[in-house]
């Protein structure tokens, strides 16, 4: 056979095997196992974590997932950060569970409005949930009718989404109206239920949800299957885990201090860059948590007056009356800084304090000594020269010009009286390089001529 016609036959016949070989393996095996998507939240509710928890359920939506786990754990949060995560939930199409654990856990006030609006609300031993009344930014009492209003809105909000799930309505409203808490127990055995399951931990919670059949918030029903699931677990990124830090009330407040004292020492010291730098990255990071928390910014205005009165001080003579007015105001301002509505959020007195006190003694030392240096007698150039003694050396007649000594060195110098050698003088003025002079004695006893 010829070499070209067994290179044609070769190459027809590769060209039948590449054909024919996706068809001969066939299509690729497909895998029976189910996913499900598990995220850990423990911290603070507010906008942060809420794109951490919405960002898992697109996530899970996306791949096709059975089931979402959120293992919770959290003191509450915001409520407008709050909804917007439950609002997701409701409208998922992944089934969301959300499971307070481990043992010792609790999640309260918007921890609970999460747990009873979710598909599947689990604990573990040990754990507690409830507490859900809404308070005032600062803590204290408000006024009683917008505090009615507020609760009233918020136990609305509970009674509508245990009502949908099916769950203990009169429990869901006295966690809001009364501030109740229950623990794992007592939400389970209730007649009906706050809590579907209790789980010891998210392989057990697993095993008791294969075949069970939730119901959504629109009513339709779906039945799970967990068995043997593969677990996708979704963490914070870098960037959610720093502003999640930084987002936090007291590393706020304690960044925009630091801040505010880096740039007053810059300030006051030129040159010196390290503070500089320093307070503006402090204060850059505080603005953004600002933006993120609610701030009063009647509180802000309060920090900034007491500021200007803790520098009035040392220029006016106010006996101290500025510096308490600038603690008081520093203080005052501190406490109403963050409008938030959970315990853990809120600036305490026993944290302000001792910064308060701490920066108002490092800014009225810096202070007094910028006035200082200001009301110090210039000691180079010819205002140094100014009030500066000396010794004739030569006579000077009045009107007339001689020599004396002063500053280390030997000056032409004029007077407009007469002066003997070896008399004290004291310099008057600077023309150019002669001296005007005149009688240390003069100087002591009177004002200039």
Request: proline fraction near 5%; glycine fraction near 8%; charged fraction near 15%.
């Given at each position: 056979?010829?070499?070209?016609?067994?290179?044609?036959?070769?190459?027809?016949?590769?060209?039948?095997?590449?054909?024919?070989?996706?068809?001969?393996?066939?299509?690729?095996?497909?895998?029976?196992?189910?996913?499900?998507?598990?995220?850990?939240?423990?911290?603070?509710?507010?906008?942060?974590?809420?794109?951490?928890?919405?960002?898992?359920?697109?996530?899970?939506?996306?791949?096709?997932?059975?089931?979402?786990?959120?293992?919770?754990?959290?003191?509450?949060?915001?409520?407008?950060?709050?909804?917007?995560?439950?609002?997701?939930?409701?409208?998922?199409?992944?089934?969301?569970?959300?499971?307070?654990?481990?043992?010792?856990?609790?999640?309260a006030s918007a921890g609970f409005l999460l747990t009873i609006a979710a598909d599947v609300a689990a604990m573990a031993p040990g754990t507690a949930v409830g507490a859900a009344h809404p308070v005032s930014g600062d803590?204290?009492?408000?006024?009683?009718?917008?505090?009615?209003?507020?609760?009233?809105?918020?136990?609305?909000?509970?009674?509508?989404?245990?009502?949908?799930?099916?769950?203990?309505?009169?429990?869901?409203?006295?966690?809001?109206?009364?501030?109740?808490?229950?623990?794992?127990?007592?939400?389970?055995?209730?007649?009906?239920?706050?809590?579907?399951?209790?789980?010891?931990?998210?392989?057990?919670?697993?095993?008791?949800?294969?075949?069970?059949?939730?119901?959504?918030?629109?009513?339709?029903?779906?039945?799970?299957?967990?068995?043997?699931?593969?677990?996708?677990?979704?963490?914070?990124?870098?960037?959610?885990?720093?502003?999640?830090?930084?987002?936090?009330?007291?590393?706020?407040?304690?960044?925009?201090?630091?801040?505010?004292?880096?740039?007053?020492?810059?300030?006051?010291?030129?040159?010196?860059?390290?503070?500089?730098?320093?307070?503006?990255?402090?204060?850059?990071?505080?603005?953004?948590?600002?933006?993120?928390?609610?701030?009063?910014?009647?509180?802000?205005?309060?920090?900034?007056?007491?500021?200007?009165?803790?520098?009035?001080?040392?220029?006016?003579?106010?006996?101290?009356?500025?510096?308490?007015?600038?603690l008081v105001s520093l203080v005052f301002g501190s406490l109403m800084l963050f409008d938030v509505p959970v315990a853990e959020l809120r600036l305490g007195l026993q944290f302000v304090l001792p910064l308060v006190?701490?920066?108002?003694?490092?800014?009225?030392?810096?202070?007094?000594?910028?006035?200082?240096?200001?009301?110090?007698?210039?000691?180079?150039?010819?205002?140094?020269?100014?009030?500066?003694?000396?010794?004739?050396?030569?006579?000077?007649?009045?009107?007339?010009?001689?020599?004396?000594?002063?500053?280390?060195?030997?000056?032409?110098?004029?007077?407009?009286?007469?002066?003997?050698?070896?008399?004290?003088?004291?310099?008057?003025?600077?023309?150019?390089?002669?001296?005007?002079?005149?009688?240390?004695?003069?100087?002591?006893?009177?004002?200039?001529?």
């Amino acid at each position: 056979m010829p070499v070209r016609l067994r290179l044609r036959c070769l190459i027809a016949a590769l060209l039948v095997a590449a054909g024919t070989a996706p068809f001969a393996a066939g299509p690729p095996a497909q895998t029976d196992t189910p996913l499900v998507i598990t995220a850990e939240v423990d911290a603070i509710i507010h906008p942060v974590s809420a794109e951490y928890m919405i960002a898992t359920i697109d996530r899970a939506d996306a791949s096709g997932a059975a089931l979402v786990v959120f293992t919770l754990r959290t003191p509450g949060g915001l409520v407008d950060s709050t909804r917007a995560i439950i609002s997701r939930m409701i409208s998922a199409k992944t089934p969301v569970a959300v499971f307070i654990a481990p043992g010792g856990a609790r999640a309260a006030s918007a921890g609970f409005l999460l747990t009873i609006a979710a598909d599947v609300a689990a604990m573990a031993p040990g754990t507690a949930v409830g507490a859900a009344h809404p308070v005032s930014g600062d803590g204290q009492p408000v006024d009683q009718t917008m505090a009615k209003k507020a609760a009233s809105d918020v136990a609305a909000y509970a009674r509508s989404l245990a009502t949908q799930r099916k769950r203990n309505v009169a429990l869901a409203e006295q966690a809001v109206l009364e501030s109740k808490a229950f623990t794992d127990v007592e939400a389970r055995q209730a007649d009906p239920p706050l809590i579907d399951v209790t789980a010891r931990d998210l392989a057990d919670l697993l095993a008791q949800l294969d075949g069970r059949t939730v119901t959504r918030f629109d009513g339709s029903q779906v039945q799970l299957h967990t068995k043997n699931a593969r677990l996708e677990r979704v963490d914070m990124t870098w960037r959610q885990r720093v502003l999640s830090a930084v987002a936090h009330p007291q590393v706020a407040y304690l960044l925009f201090t630091l801040g505010t004292l880096g740039l007053t020492i810059e300030l006051w010291t030129p040159g010196a860059v390290l503070p500089g730098v320093v307070g503006g990255l402090c204060l850059l990071l505080a603005f953004f948590a600002f933006q993120i928390l609610p701030v009063n910014y009647a509180g802000l205005a309060l920090i900034l007056f007491g500021l200007l009165l803790l520098i009035l001080e040392v220029k006016v003579a106010s006996f101290g009356l500025l510096a308490i007015g600038g603690l008081v105001s520093l203080v005052f301002g501190s406490l109403m800084l963050f409008d938030v509505p959970v315990a853990e959020l809120r600036l305490g007195l026993q944290f302000v304090l001792p910064l308060v006190l701490g920066f108002a003694a490092v800014v009225l030392f810096l202070v007094k000594l910028a006035v200082d240096a200001q009301r110090r007698r210039a000691s180079t150039g010819k205002a140094g020269m100014i009030a500066e003694r000396g010794c004739a050396l030569t006579a000077i007649p009045a009107g007339g010009t001689g020599r004396v000594a002063t500053h280390g060195e030997i000056w032409s110098a004029t007077s407009h009286e007469a002066i003997a050698v070896d008399e004290q003088v004291e310099v008057l003025a600077v023309d150019g390089l002669t001296l005007r002079v005149k009688r240390a004695a003069a100087a002591e006893g009177g004002g200039l001529p």
